[in-house]
Nanobody, 124 residues
Framework: QAHLVESGGGLVQAGGSLRLSCSAS????????MAWVRQAPGKEREFVAW????????YYADSVKGRFTISRDNAKNTMYLQMNSLKPEGGGIYYC?????????????????WGQGTPVAVSS
C-alpha cells in the first residue's frame, strides 16, 4: 500500500527558510511524478510545485517561483521542498502527492496518493 509521510514543517519568521521532506513507501517511488500542494486556513488546496520521475523537469506556482525548490532522491524514496524567503501568506498545511506522469502538473487533484500534511506557519 502506497504511503507518503511529510515532515519538516514548523514556525518560521517571514524571510526565513524551511525544508520539507516527503518519505514514500509501498510503491516504486521513481515511477511516479510528485507534487507539493498547500492549503491555507479557510482556503482550497493550491498547487505549489511538481517534479518529474527523474527530477529533471520541475514546475512552480508563480507565487513561489524563485524562492522554492522541489527535488527528489529516488535512491532514498524521498522528495524535498526547500522554501526560502518565506512570506506570511505561505503558511498552511503542506501536502505531498504522487501521481501519474501523464497527468502532468495540471491534474494534481487527480493524484492518487497523498500524505497527511505538515503545518507551516510564517510570522510577520
Amino acid at each position: 500500500q502506497a504511503h507518503l509521510v511529510e515532515s519538516g514543517g514548523g514556525l518560521v519568521q517571514a524571510g526565513g527558510s524551511l525544508r520539507l521532506s516527503c518519505s514514500a513507501s509501498g510503491y516504486t517511488f521513481s515511477n511516479y511524478a510528485m507534487a507539493w500542494v498547500r492549503q491555507a486556513p479557510g482556503k482550497e488546496r493550491e498547487f505549489v510545485a511538481w517534479i518529474s520521475l527523474s527530477g529533471g523537469i520541475t514546475y512552480y506556482a508563480d507565487s513561489v517561483k524563485g524562492r522554492f525548490t522541489i527535488s527528489r532522491d529516488n535512491a532514498k524514496n524521498t522528495m524535498y521542498l526547500q522554501m526560502n524567503s518565506l512570506k506570511p501568506e505561505g503558511g498552511g498545511i503542506y501536502y505531498c502527492a504522487a501521481g501519474l506522469t501523464a497527468y502532468g502538473r495540471r491534474r494534481w487533484r487527480d493524484f492518487g496518493t497523498w500524505g497527511q500534511g505538515t503545518p507551516v506557519a510564517v510570522s510577520s
